[in-house]
């Protein structure tokens, strides 16, 4: 559910959990967490927005200890992403902390929606920094892969849900990753990020599932990797080096295909090439039919 639409639940009379006092009170934090983000975001030293981000992370504690904070957006609060999961279930809470010109983590926490309006937290420990293999492991809250997230869509299999989060993550001078994973929730209501929800069982050369998708290019270029609504589709820019030089991911750039990911059976299965028609200049693309219409 988009923040705009919480922010109707909020404000709205006689549907909102938080009373007027609350409703002051994380007005207040808002303010004060509203300048820590903009410090650990603009700060020109590092020391400077070390100590925002850790006055940040307290303070936003604080405030969402409130009872049902959850249903307050903070969306004045800029440079950090708040997103809502189509359920309302959850929201994940996340932003990034930029070290140097080669060194950023990532920090957030998802919060739960109660029905008592408690708080129940789960912080995020970015772990990417001992990862060798990001693309074949299963995490918790403790090992979490780092990323800020632009997105997050939910799928069902079998009456479980599934939620499929998309992040950005300034990694290093010379390149810029996208993440796509899957989240999901134990017996015990505890966040499992990963698992082989990404198959090429269709390609012509299948390989084994990815855990999780990484995209890792050229600084400052323009990748998609995002789920298309009206296609119910999601698009991910293919890439290659610039340079033929396939061994440094910071030369990778788009090369104009797209590959794809559909959701069928509590998977998302690979499809190679989305769009299969040779475009003339200015004319759009078209989904290629995966079912021929029968006469």
Aim: charged residues 25%; hydrophobic residues 35%; neutral net charge.
């Amino acid at each position: 559910m988009s923040v705009l639409g919480f922010n109707s639940i909020v404000y709205s009379q006689n549907k909102t959990p938080l009373f007027p006092t609350s409703i002051k009170k994380l007005e207040a934090h808002q303010d004060t967490l509203k300048e820590f983000a903009y410090y650990l975001n603009t700060d020109s030293l590092t020391e400077d927005r070390m100590i925002a981000d850790s006055q940040f992370t307290r303070t936003l504690v604080r405030a969402l200890q409130t009872p049902f904070s959850f249903y307050y957006p903070f969306d004045s609060v800029k440079g950090v992403a708040k997103l809502y999961a189509p359920d309302s279930s959850f929201r994940i809470i996340t932003w990034n902390l930029q070290y140097d010109d080669y060194y950023c983590r990532q920090r957030g926490a998802i919060q739960m929606n109660t029905k008592n309006g408690a708080l129940k937290l789960f912080p995020l420990r970015d772990a990417s920094e001992f990862t060798d293999h990001p693309e074949d492991s299963v995490r918790s809250v403790k090992n979490w892969i780092g990323a800020t997230y632009y997105n997050v869509i939910k799928k069902e299999y079998q009456g479980k849900s599934f939620y499929t989060l998309f992040g950005i993550d300034a990694n290093n001078a010379m390149s810029t990753i996208k993440w796509m994973e899957v989240l999901h929730f134990s017996q015990q209501g505890e966040p499992i990020f990963g698992g082989p929800f990404f198959s090429y069982e269709r390609d012509s050369i299948p390989v084994p599932a990815k855990y999780r998708i990484q995209l890792e290019y050229k600084k400052n270029a323009r990748v998609l990797l995002n789920y298309i609504p009206d296609m119910d589709l999601i698009l991910m820019d293919h890439l290659i080096s610039e340079n033929d030089d396939s061994a440094h991911k910071w030369t990778y750039v788009p090369d104009g295909d797209q590959e794809g990911f559909r959701w069928e059976k509590g998977k998302w299965i690979h499809i190679n090439k989305v769009f299969t028609q040779k475009l003339r200049d200015g004319q759009a693309p078209r989904e290629i039919p995966l079912f021929e219409k029968k006469n």
